[in-house]
């Protein structure tokens, strides 16, 4: 179950578009619908912002999209908003039935 | 609304064992799975472990697996992790969360988290 990979840290201006990668195996984001994402301001419990590659759960921004292309995933945050600043994690279910988190990776926002 | 509160974080000694608890509100607790994620100082979140709606079946991390077992009392609405042979790397922040599903798919509901530390 090795950790899905993201950058660390990636960083825009106010208005800026960017995208956020998550890459796995086929035994987790390539071969599953249930990928998901996730916010965290600090000192804060983490919040559901993508589900199932590229939902959204009600009353999220519809600045924030999710796809994904063979075993890699990504956020795309679109309009990027000082409150943008935080940590973001991808998440994917497992062929093992289990869940597996990526790194995070630091938004900045210049 | 839905609402999840852990209890049961403190300060252990290596080797020796906790449970932790999370009290669920404002859902259905018996419609959906149930997950405990964890977070180390300064550091990433670490899915841990899952149990299906029912009980019916659990799956774990590879780190905890063996030491750690995950259950529910759906009469109570209430989650369990019993953490045994505790060791300095499970010292995290614990959050409980909510499956969107009846199994494991994606966390929408998550608490504010209980802290373990263990150390001598």
């Known amino acids: 179950q090795s950790a899905l990979t993201q950058p660390a840290s990636v960083s825009g201006s106010p208005g800026q578009s960017l995208t956020i990668s998550c890459t796995g195996t086929?035994?987790?984001?390539?071969?599953?619908?249930?990928v998901s994402w996730y916010r965290q301001h600090p000192g804060e419990a983490p919040k559901l912002i993508i589900f199932d590659v590229s939902d959204r759960p009600s009353g999220i921004s519809n600045r924030f999209s999710g796809s994904k292309s063979g075993n890699t995933a990504s956020l795309t945050i679109s309009g990027l908003q000082p409150e943008d600043e935080a940590d973001y994690y991808c998440?994917?279910?497992?062929?093992?039935?289990?869940?597996?988190f990526g790194g995070g990776t630091k938004l900045t926002v210049l | 609304q839905a609402h999840l509160v852990e209890s049961g974080g403190g300060v252990v000694q290596p080797g020796r064992s906790l449970r932790l608890s999370c009290e669920a509100s404002?859902?259905?607790?018996?419609?959906?799975?149930m997950h405990w994620v964890r977070q180390a100082p300064g550091k990433g979140l670490e899915w841990v472990a899952v149990i299906w709606y029912d009980g019916s079946n659990e799956y774990f991390a590879d780190s905890v697996r063996g030491r750690f077992t995950i259950s529910r009392d759906n009469s109570k609405n209430t989650l369990y992790l019993q953490m045994n042979s505790l060791r300095a790397e499970d010292t995290a922040v614990y959050y409980c969360?909510?499956?969107?599903?009846?199994?494991?798919?994606?966390?929408?509901?998550w608490g504010q988290g209980t802290t373990v530390t263990v150390s001598s």
């Open positions: 086929s035994s987790d984001v390539g071969g599953s619908n249930y």
């Open positions: 998440s994917s279910h497992t062929s093992f039935s289990t869940l597996v």
């Open positions: 404002g859902f259905t607790f018996s419609s959906c799975g």
């Open positions: 969360a909510r499956d969107l599903s009846l199994v494991a798919r994606s966390m929408d509901v």
